[in-house]
């Protein structure tokens, strides 16, 4: 039996470290070659007390964690985890629940479900869309795409499960020259090739131009998959589907959203614009770890087509058998047989903040990117080089000395700013130059973290070596 005692010398260790995280460095302390020679002990011959494994843990990990939870944290459009969260997560991890079947854990497949409709309510998508919930957005993606080759090579007279994909017809699939990396992770996983993807030309922002979508479509016959983007990871911008759907359903293609972080800015009334039209998609991808702030493991794959979603990822197996219609078994719906209960965390986190805590969180990010946009400006040396549209900013910063090495100034200005430790943002390439990116997503940010960090970053700055 686990000993009440382990569990609260375990919470206490827990609520030193959130409590410690607004004063705490935003990046890692200490070097792998440290974290090594402390965590990596010989195998013991030998259990070790379990308080002494934690409490040994937890001092030696410490500094090696990123502040990632905390309120400074800017890199790679990285949520913390919202109290209500956090806590429902422990109790998963306590509860031990085997989501792969509704016998298994009612409990979790009941709040699948209500988390499901909870999602298509507050994103306003066609409400009879079936939800998947996977690790991230990589295999949300990769979901999606599985309906997607099924749906069209069914259409085109050809069962892709059964007869895999040698002699099948070719599909053809398209996407934005700015397109995530995971989502042709999940093309080549998908037997359907990355370097076969036709790339289509985006504009200054990163959005896929009607026109290109139009040329790449023009000498399309057969099965197409058209993937689209809401949020570029770099500028938060938009690939317009408004103009975009309609050109692929003159070709029958299956459209895909992959909205990581974007699609939550549906939850914000000002934002229609950008996220206009995305509901005739056939597909969307999304991650809760991002803007909805739960703890990782958090994808979640929308499909309105239930049946092709389920075609997909259908479980057989001797000993299973199938639940009545009514019932959800959640394995049906994900690549995964055995797997967390996930669905907790993210039910906590939406009824703690309901619909207006959600959208007021995402529109006070947004806010503030554009508070940190404002700061940096006021340094002449610094640029900003997106529309600051969403809650992304991407900095450039120019060295007195124009004709050196920008590129090479920039990555290590932006390397001084993660170890100078105020607060963390990740560097990136757009354009073909380098740049920095801050992504405002974390629920505890306020202004102030934005005014103090923005000071951090003209600071070190001021002090680079050009």
Same mark, same amino acid.
């Given at each position: 039996m686990i000993e009440k005692r382990l569990l609260e010398e375990t919470l206490a260790l827990a609520v030193s470290y959130l409590e410690g995280l607004p004063e705490r460095p935003a990046g890692a302390r200490d070097s792998v070659e440290a974290l090594r020679a402390r965590l990596k002990v010989p195998l013991p011959d030998r259990g070790i007390d379990p308080e002494t494994v934690v409490r040994e843990l937890a001092r030696d990990a410490d500094g090696g964690l990123v502040a990632s939870a905390g309120p400074r944290y800017f890199g790679f459009v990285t949520g913390g985890s919202l109290p209500a969260a956090l806590a429902a997560d422990w109790l998963a991890s306590a509860w031990d629940q085997n989501a792969v079947l509704s016998i298994a854990s009612p409990a979790a497949?009941?709040?699948?479900?209500?988390?499901?409709?909870?999602?298509?309510?507050?994103?306003?998508?066609p409400r009879q869309s079936s939800v998947?919930?996977?690790?991230?957005?990589?295999?949300?993606?990769?979901?999606?795409?599985?309906?997607?080759?099924?749906?069209?090579?069914?259409?085109?007279?050809?069962?892709?499960?059964?007869?895999?994909?040698?002699?099948?017809? &070719?599909?053809?699939?398209?996407a934005g020259?700015?397109?995530?990396?995971?989502?042709?992770?999940?093309?080549?996983?998908?037997?359907?090739?990355?370097?076969?993807?036709?790339?289509?030309?985006?504009?200054?922002?990163?959005?896929?131009?009607?026109?290109?979508?139009?040329?790449?479509?023009?000498?399309v016959s057969g099965p197409a998959i058209v993937c689209l983007q809401a949020g570029n990871v770099n500028t938060g911008a938009f690939d317009p589907c408004e103009k975009l759907i309609p050109l692929?359903?003159?070709?029958?293609?299956?459209?895909?959203v992959d909205g990581a972080f974007g699609l939550w800015a549906r939850l914000v009334p000002e934002l229609a614009a950008e996220t206009a039209g995305i509901e005739a998609a056939d597909s969307w991808a999304t991650d809760a770890h991002k803007w909805l702030n739960v703890p990782y493991d958090s994808g979640i794959a929308i499909l309105k087509n239930e049946a092709a979603h389920r075609?997909?990822?259908?479980?057989?197996?001797?000993?299973?058998i199938a639940a009545p219609d009514e019932i959800r078994d &959640?394995?049906?719906?994900?690549?995964?047989?055995?797997?967390?209960a996930r669905g907790f965390p993210l039910y906590a986190a939406i009824r703690s903040l309901g619909r207006e805590g959600l959208a007021e969180m995402v529109r006070r990010h947004c806010r503030q990117a554009r508070l940190m946009a404002d700061l940096l400006r006021e340094d002449p040396r610094i640029g900003i080089e997106n529309e600051v549209v969403l809650n992304q900013v991407l900095v450039r910063f120019l060295p007195e000395n124009v004709e050196g090495?920008?590129?090479?100034?920039?990555?290590?200005?932006?390397?001084?700013?993660?170890?100078?430790?105020?607060?963390?943002?990740?560097?990136?390439?757009w354009k073909g130059r380098a740049a920095m990116r801050i992504s405002v997503s974390g629920w505890p940010t306020t202004d102030e973290d934005i005014r103090v960090s923005a000071a951090a970053i003209r600071k070190v700055l001021a002090r680079t070596p050009r």
């Open positions: 497949a009941v709040v699948e479900e209500a988390v499901s409709d909870w999602v298509l309510e507050l994103l306003d998508l998947g919930f996977v690790t991230g957005c990589q295999m949300a993606n990769f979901t999606c795409l599985a309906a997607a080759r099924h749906e069209v090579l069914r259409q085109a007279g050809w069962n892709a499960e059964a007869s895999g994909l040698f002699g099948a017809p &070719p599909i053809t699939v398209i020259e700015e397109a995530h990396a995971t989502l042709f992770v999940a093309v080549r996983m998908l037997g359907l090739g990355a370097d076969r993807v036709i790339r289509v030309p985006a504009d200054g922002q990163g959005r896929m131009a009607p026109g290109g979508l139009e040329r790449a479509l023009k000498d692929a359903r003159e070709k029958d293609a299956w459209v895909h075609a997909s990822m259908v479980l057989a197996a001797p000993y299973y &959640p394995s049906q719906w994900v690549p995964e047989s055995s797997r967390r090495d920008v590129d090479a100034f920039n990555r290590k200005v932006t390397a001084l700013v993660q170890q100078e430790g105020t607060c963390w943002a990740g560097g990136s390439a």
